[in-house]
């Protein structure tokens, strides 16, 4: 079963489904790949017009696969760099695609994935939608995903909620910036349609031509030298003492040792 479902309609609109929804859509090199190649499909699409990227099962995207993270980490020191430009390249696209994007997104959006949501241009959340920037809870860096973080919800959020990792829900997610407009989960699919056909009134060259504009305006326009820096840091991380202490945790439930109190009520 492919992990990424990607599919074109008459109008050049093109949907990409995560479909990994056993494991709560959480990312791996697998899927990572399967977006990646959805993305290199769109070159050869005649005139695609906007991408529609959902989720199949209850979640969206509960962030990075922590068991494959553990294993890339015991990897080469070049095999881990690999790994995170891979990742950072898939957000780094989806902010600089030359059509506009729209996310739907349903149940739980933790790290990566709310770098995803950022590197999108319209982001409409179920009520039951519920987001978190942890990554240092587990010893790891959110790095990759900082610059386009910065340009959804400002400095000043994601200076509270990458550093406390805190969960918050789909209105404090609306409050900040993070989504566009918040509605009923059945209403997801209804809504997404409808700014989708507001997309589609727009002439294409011109739409192309002002999110271009736009983006010249954001941190997310990495330079090269700046993209590969937060590369390297984000992959010598995953391979830090703190980090082999959070992937023990994870698996074994429990506190890392450097939390100091009783065991929290929230994982």
Same mark, same amino acid.
């Given at each position: 079963?492919? +992990?990424?479902?990607?599919?074109?309609?008459?109008? *050049?609109?093109?949907?990409?489904?995560? !479909?990994?929804?056993?494991? !709560?859509? $959480? &990312?791996?090199?697998?899927?990572?790949?399967?977006?990646?190649?959805?993305?290199?499909?769109?070159?050869?699409?005649?005139?695609?017009?906007?991408?529609?990227?959902?989720?199949?099962?209850?979640? %969206?995207?509960?962030?990075?696969?922590?068991?494959?993270?553990?294993?890339?980490? *015991?990897?080469?020191?070049?095999? !881990?760099?690999?790994?995170?430009?891979?990742?950072?390249?898939?957000?780094?696209?989806?902010? +600089?695609?030359?059509?506009?994007?729209?996310?739907?997104?349903? *149940?739980?959006? %933790?790290?990566?994935?709310? *770098?995803?949501?950022?590197?999108?241009?319209?982001?409409?959340?179920?009520?039951?939608?519920? %987001? /978190?920037? =942890?990554?240092?809870?587990?010893?790891?860096?959110?790095?990759?995903?900082?610059?386009?973080?910065?340009?959804?919800?400002?400095?000043?959020?994601?200076?509270? &909620?990458?550093?406390?990792?805190?969960?918050?829900?789909? /209105? @404090?997610?609306?409050?900040?910036?993070?989504?566009?407009?918040?509605?009923?989960? =059945? =209403?997801?699919?209804?809504?997404? $349609?409808?700014?989708?056909?507001? #997309?589609?009134?727009?002439?294409? @060259?011109?739409? /192309?031509? +002002?999110? $271009?504009?736009?983006?010249?305006?954001?941190?997310?326009?990495? /330079?090269?030298?700046?993209?590969?820096? #937060?590369?390297?840091?984000?992959?010598?991380?995953?391979?830090?003492?703190?980090?082999?202490?959070? %992937?023990?945790?994870?698996?074994?439930?429990?506190?890392?040792?450097? &939390?100091?109190?009783?065991?929290?009520?929230?994982?």
């Amino acid at each position: 079963m492919a +992990t990424v479902v990607h599919e074109i309609d008459s109008r *050049g609109v093109v949907t990409l489904t995560l !479909n990994r929804p056993e494991l !709560n859509n $959480a &990312y791996d090199d697998e899927l990572i790949s399967g977006v990646l190649a959805a993305l290199d499909a769109l070159a050869g699409l005649r005139e695609p017009r906007a991408v529609v990227l959902q989720a199949a099962g209850r979640h %969206f995207q509960a962030g990075a696969d922590l068991g494959w993270l553990a294993r890339v980490a *015991g990897q080469s020191p070049e095999a !881990n760099v690999d790994a995170s430009r891979r990742t950072a390249l898939l957000v780094h696209r989806l902010n +600089t695609l030359p059509i506009p994007t729209v996310a739907l997104v349903q *149940g739980a959006c %933790f790290g990566g994935g709310t *770098g995803i949501l950022a590197a999108c241009d319209i982001v409409i959340a179920a009520s039951n939608a519920l %987001f /978190s920037i =942890a990554e240092s809870r587990w010893g790891l860096i959110a790095g990759i995903i900082v610059p386009q973080l910065a340009d959804a919800i400002g400095v000043r959020q994601l200076r509270r &909620y990458a550093l406390t990792g805190e969960r918050f829900d789909a /209105s @404090e997610a609306l409050r900040i910036g993070l989504v566009h407009e918040v509605v009923a989960p =059945a =209403a997801l699919q209804e809504v997404g $349609a409808r700014i989708v056909d507001k #997309l589609l009134q727009n002439a294409p @060259e011109a739409t /192309s031509q +002002t999110k $271009a504009i736009v983006l010249e305006q954001t941190r997310g326009d990495l /330079s090269s030298h700046t993209f590969e820096r #937060l590369v390297r840091q984000h992959a010598a991380k995953r391979q830090s003492d703190e980090a082999s202490e959070g %992937f023990a945790s994870f698996r074994e439930k429990r506190p890392a040792h450097w &939390y100091p109190g009783e065991p929290p009520t929230e994982t």
